[in-house]
């Protein structure tokens, strides 16, 4: 085996990747919940992008009252195909192309790019609340300990294995019971009947529940725990990622107060859009 794996290496001493073209495609938006104290006349702004009727990008601004959610639409991103590169360093001239394509997210923060996102408050004397909640597809491969499919792609943020995505939006639920991806098969995450992980799920949670969630976690609370995605098991609990120091996940905002006067900007801190992980351009 020794022999095998030097050889491998001698005979393939880089991997690199060449730039194909970029292309644009519908991709979907995050859950964004807002609370506050209420008022007759609406006093939080939202302005962000979504896809009009023509398939464009086209600017959203709109007045709201607390409590609000947005989101789970589509909006145009761009992205990088590019593809991989094998060769030997003795003949740098006959590497070829394996075949296997990526597609690398092109990051738009100004108006009218799929990440542009302004929560204004307006008022003088009230403080609102934001959370960030994954909206992603469910998606699974192979069979675990149970017979059941094995989770490649989950909405991120759960709390009690359940996705917050899901107590917000039941009747999106996944509807078979799944395996985590730990190899001695101990995490279940249970979606039959009315069960989202482990709790039962008769109705939709408000924003006002799901905030609370996130302020709990924020503050380290003992009893509420909001984890981050089941590709982050060494990383535990939401903060702990946060805080971990990890790349893919430093610096990340999934909740926050925004004070009277101020804005929440999107940016680079901002996870808006659904992508596998919410921590890297991989599409």
Same mark, same amino acid.
């Given at each position: ?104 997210? &092109?990051?738009? @923060? ?6 542009? /996102?302004? =929560?204004?408050? #307006?008022?003088? %004397? ?88 996130? &302020?709990?976690? @924020? ?6 725990? /909001?984890? =981050?995605?089941? #590709?982050?098991? %060494? ?49």
């Amino acid at each position: 085996i020794l022999g095998l794996v030097t050889y491998l290496t001698s005979c393939q001493d880089w991997v690199d990747e060449k730039y194909v073209a970029t292309l644009s495609k519908k991709y979907k938006y995050n859950i964004v919940g807002i609370s506050g104290p209420q008022s007759v006349t609406p006093y939080i702004e939202l302005r962000y992008c979504k896809v009009d009727e023509q398939g464009e990008n086209v600017m959203v601004s709109e007045m709201v009252s607390s409590p609000f959610l947005m989101g789970g639409h589509e909006v145009n991103i761009l992205c990088d195909s590019v593809i991989e590169i094998i060769g030997h360093s003795n003949n740098r001239s006959k590497s070829k192309a394996t075949g296997k394509y990526r597609l690398i997210l &092109r990051h738009q @923060y100004e108006e009218t790019g799929a990440e542009y /996102l302004r =929560i204004i408050n #307006h008022s003088t %004397d009230k403080s609102i609340e934001f959370f960030i909640a994954g909206a992603q597809e469910m998606k699974t491969n192979g069979s675990g300990c149970n017979g059941w499919g094995v989770i490649d792609v989950m909405p991120t943020i759960y709390y009690k294995h359940a996705p917050v995505y899901y107590l917000l939006f039941p009747e999106r639920k996944y509807t078979q019971n799944l395996q985590g991806n730990s190899f001695d098969c101990s995490e279940t995450f249970y979606f039959e009947g009315n069960r989202c992980g482990d709790l039962e799920l008769d109705q939709a949670w408000s924003v006002e529940e799901v905030m609370a969630l996130y &302020r709990a976690e @924020y503050n380290n609370s003992l009893d509420v725990m /909001l984890y =981050i995605d089941i #590709h982050f098991d %060494d990383l535990g609990r939401l903060n702990k990622a946060i805080d971990s120091g990890n790349p893919h996940v430093k610096y990340k905002r999934f909740y926050g107060v925004i004070m009277p006067g101020e804005k929440l900007k999107g940016g680079a801190d901002t996870p808006l859009l659904a992508t596998p992980s919410l921590f890297d351009d991989d599409l």
